[in-house]
């Protein structure tokens, strides 16, 4: 087998306050093997953006890893030195953030922001890495890159921010790239294609993907593996399809409830939409059950 | 927690000058006018003169505490009629909008353009000194930021369901002004008012200190240190007290406003990660 | 950009005329005409004849809104008049004194960038440490300070205790003289830069593109470099820009503690002698000034940040 391209083992997160710590994260394990692509999903709060910014090395002051490894390529990247983390954060490791709107710098063109990866990671010239920043722009399908390249980050349209974003993240060919809920923000058809893109490119390019989603939808129609987050813990990990076709956690069950399924009527009989707290009435019960399925062992046959 | 530390050192100061002013007929030892003594002038302070005494003998002590009479009253007074005319002006631009609010915007920006301290010196030459003149100089200065806020809070408040609803009920204008909006954004009205008394405080005193304002003999914090000036060599003292009065009690005023903001901000409060 | 440029500048003669208007009618519902109080000294009242002659002279005899018409007749001219006092023309008077004015708000407000700025900016830095505790709490006491008070207290020590600067007036234009006089002025607006600074630069450091910044690998200084500086600047300028208008104001009375011969004392010593179209004159060149900064401060502000413009 293969060795896996990040190996997250037992990472505990917590938010320390001079009265205690406060858990945030509790005993999270999954791998991503290279060009997989792998779903977390869950409700909002329950730890996944948490997550990514743990791997990334940016979680911000209150919040700190407690326990676990975070190896990346064979090294621990929780052991890492500020400086080795930060030439490997862009270059191998790439993030695109939620909010298109407020992820590009206001007063910085877009092709600037792009040609700094080129800067930072290849030590290009500012000139050369303006024309970079002109392919990428067209590699993520921006029409008139050479007229865009010189566009602030207003003058665009939603969609095209992030696909400016997305040109950003892959400018340097990263091994990995973590999506945290890339297309949450956007119109409904422009999440289509924005995906789409994400999952063309990646698959080009031999890029795995850690994508974040609270979207059962979105998760269904371009992971492989998906890991369900409750409240700090990873309480059910398979493959994609048969995590959809079998749910065997309660709160997956009830995650997959709450979606509205086209023809259903939304308040007769059986087929009623349900809020998560309906079906599940304890909630500290859930975070103790798990049901991790190892790859290949699909519909359920261990747990 | 910083924010109860701003409200408690700001209001312990505001509470400071308040007390000294209302009690100053039984805290001062000596008359701030009448016991003027050339035998005494210029005295360092001692047992008997706690902060000195000025160039014609007065005990600088008791006329800071009788000063503090009028700087309250310039700052509150003053402020009562800012707000009134800015939350006044700025509900019904915001609410009714149309020509009225054009002119009232255009007003804004206008008395924007002119410096505060200027346009206050202006109406001064006009009204010509005396305390009256300063409450009405003071009064007109200021409006335009509480009337700014107001209007803008107005215009946000007016699209709110429970104003809708109040319309739809039949409520007149101006009762819906007073009873759905007023109380609504009554928070950074008070922070402003809570600022503007320590800018009036600090206004009141350099109109003072330029002669325009209170006239002496009257203990005026400003008029006081025109004054020390002429003798600052001989007894600095009667420049630095009353300086510290006005230093404290604006102080006290800014710390109690930026407190109050801090309070009330929801910006300020810690997001949840 | 030249469009907007032109549109900017275009928008300040509509409030100079209002301004214009303003100071017009507050001045002519002086009660007791300015004829009266010059003959008049206390003791012995004015020939009424001769008050009449000077109000004639004066023009003060017309109507209302025909002294206003003649009044902005005389400012598309730039006349603004004569002094009652000195008989000299209003512009020539301001103009012998404007530039001392501006060389002290000028020197003021280096002074104030120069300290305030990266004051704010180190404090943002380190939120929580002691600089920036210290910051904040020199900060608020600045806001708080009477100007004049710390210029007399500076005066005292420096000129009269120390003899290192001279204590008052413009000497012979020297460095030396202006020392006390700007730093005096400045202390408003270096704690108000300080204070804006650090809350610019805190927000910066907050907003979600920077997170971006940190996820490409920048290093800290280049964030600060590349991300922070520029987007907090806008603000720094927009205070300077706000607080020159105020400063102006305060200049009128450090003018006349230090004996600064700049408009700020002809004011004063003009309102005290009733001197009306000084007055007028003065008020209007400030307001001018106070405008015309603005502008500059829009229009850097709209080179700087590519949004504005679209507006």
Same mark, same amino acid.
């Given at each position: ?303 | ?273 | ?115 305030? #700025?990266?004051?704010?900016?180190? =404090?943002?830095?380190?939120? !929580? &440490?002691? @600089?920036?505790?210290?910051?904040? *709490? ?114 009128? #009375?450090?003018?006349?503690?230090? =004996?600064?011969?700049?408009? !700020? &004392?002809? @004011?004063?010593?003009?309102?005290? *002698? ?38």
């Amino acid at each position: 087998m293969t060795e896996p391209l990040l190996d997250v083992r037992n990472l505990d997160l917590v938010l320390s306050r001079r009265g205690g710590n406060v858990p945030i994260l509790q005993d999270i394990s999954f791998q991503i093997m290279p060009g997989e692509t792998y779903g977390l999903v869950g409700e909002s709060g329950s730890g996944k953006s948490v997550t990514s910014l743990a791997i990334m090395g940016l979680l911000k002051k209150p919040l700190k890893v407690s326990g676990g490894q975070v190896v990346f390529q064979g090294q621990d990247l929780l052991k890492l030195r500020p400086r080795r983390m930060r030439d490997l954060r862009g270059d191998r490791v790439a993030m695109i953030f939620q909010e298109p709107m407020t992820a590009l710098n206001p007063l910085s063109t877009v092709g600037r922001q792009i040609a700094e990866m080129y800067v930072l990671h290849q030590g290009k010239s500012w000139r050369e890495a303006r024309r970079l920043a002109i392919d990428a722009l067209d590699s993520v399908k921006v029409p008139n890159p050479e007229r865009r390249v010189g566009n602030y980050p207003h003058q665009m349209s939603g969609g095209l921010r992030q696909r400016v974003v997305i040109a950003m993240a892959l400018a340097c060919d990263p091994d990995l790239l973590i999506a945290d809920e890339p297309t949450t923000a956007l119109d409904v058809t422009v999440q289509a294609e924005v995906l789409r893109l994400i999952k063309e490119l990646c698959a080009a390019r031999g890029t795995a993907v850690l994508f974040i989603s609270h979207d059962l939808g979105v998760i269904a129609s371009i992971c492989q593996r998906v890991g369900v987050m409750y409240a700090g813990c990873l309480v059910e990990e398979n493959d994609t399809v048969a995590l959809f076709s079998n749910p065997r956690h309660a709160y997956t069950r009830g995650l997959m409830g709450a979606l509205p399924r086209l023809g259903s009527r939304l308040t007769h009989g059986r087929q009623r939409l349900v809020d998560i707290d309906s079906v599940i009435a304890d909630r500290s019960v859930l975070t103790k059950t798990r049901f991790i399925t190892p790859r290949g062992a699909a519909n359920g046959e261990s747990a | 927690m910083k924010l109860g530390f701003n409200i408690l050192l700001g209001g312990g100061l505001t509470a400071l000058v308040i007390v000294g002013g209302l009690l100053a007929p039984w805290l001062a030892p000596f008359d701030p006018v009448l016991d003027a003594n050339l035998m005494n002038a210029e005295l360092p302070p001692d047992s008997t003169f706690w902060f000195g005494t000025d160039s014609q003998g007065r005990d600088v002590y008791s006329r800071i505490l009788y000063g503090a009479q009028i700087s309250l009253t310039v700052g509150i007074v003053s402020q009562i009629i800012n707000t009134l005319i800015g939350v006044a002006l700025g509900i019904s631009a915001g609410y009714w909008g149309g020509w009225w609010d054009d002119l009232v915007n255009g007003l804004t920006n206008v008395m924007l353009a002119i410096p505060s301290l200027i346009f206050a010196l202006a109406v001064m030459a006009v009204l010509g000194p005396g305390l009256i003149s300063l409450l009405i100089a003071l009064g007109l200065t200021n409006w335009s930021w509480t009337c700014r806020i107001a209007r803008s809070s107005t215009l946000s408040l007016k699209s709110q369901g429970y104003v809708q609803a109040a319309q739809t009920l039949g409520y007149g204008d101006i009762r819906i002004m007073m009873t759905q909006i007023l109380p609504n954004i009554m928070g950074p009205i008070l922070v402003m008012a809570t600022l503007g008394m320590g800018a009036a405080v600090l206004a009141e005193a350099a109109l003072s200190f330029l002669g325009l304002g209170i006239q002496p003999p009257y203990p005026s914090w400003g008029s006081m240190l025109t004054d020390a000036r002429e003798l600052i060599r001989l007894a600095p003292w009667a420049a630095i007290f009353p300086g510290l009065a006005i230093f404290l009690s604006v102080l006290g005023f800014n710390l109690l406003g930026d407190g109050l903001r801090d309070s009330l901000d929801p910006h300020m409060r810690t997001r949840k990660a | 950009m030249l469009q907007f440029t032109i549109r900017r500048i275009l928008q300040v003669i509509p409030t100079i005329l209002v301004v214009a208007l303003l100071i017009f009618v507050i001045f002519s519902v002086v009660p007791g005409s300015f004829a009266a109080s010059l003959f008049s000294d206390g003791r012995t009242t004015a020939n009424p004849e001769m008050i009449a002659q000077l109000n004639r002279e004066l023009g003060l005899d017309l109507p209302l809104p025909q002294r206003f018409l003649n009044y902005v007749m005389d400012l598309a001219h730039l006349d603004l008049g004569t002094s009652f006092r000195t008989r000299q023309p209003v512009l020539q008077l301001i103009n012998d004194r404007m530039w001392a004015s501006l060389q002290l708000a000028v020197a003021a407000m280096i002074f104030a960038v120069v300290i305030g #700025v990266p004051l704010g900016f180190t =404090a943002a830095m380190r939120p !929580g &440490s002691i @600089l920036d505790s210290v910051t904040m *709490i020199g900060a608020v006491s600045g806001l708080s300070m009477p100007q004049f008070w710390l210029g007399l207290l500076l005066m005292y020590l420096f000129a009269l205790q120390l003899g290192w600067l001279p204590s008052f007036g413009y000497g012979d234009g020297s460095l030396r003289n202006l020392i006390l006089p700007a730093i005096t002025l400045g202390v408003t607006p270096l704690a108000l830069l300080a204070r804006t600074t650090r809350a610019g630069v805190l927000d910066v450091m907050n907003a979600d593109f920077i997170r971006t910044a940190h996820a490409k690998g920048m290093s800290e200084s280049k964030v600060v470099r590349w991300h922070v500086a520029r987007n907090a600047l806008v603000l720094v300028v927009t205070t300077v820009g706000l607080q020159f208008g105020s400063m102006i104001g305060q200049a009128v #009375v450090i003018e006349k503690l230090f =004996a600064w011969p700049g408009i !700020g &004392s002809l @004011l004063v010593d003009s309102v005290a *002698i009733r001197d009306i179209p000084v007055v007028q004159g003065t008020i209007l060149v400030i307001v001018l000034w106070f405008l015309l900064i603005n502008t500059a401060v829009d229009l850097i502000y709209a080179a700087i940040d590519p949004r504005i413009k679209q507006r």
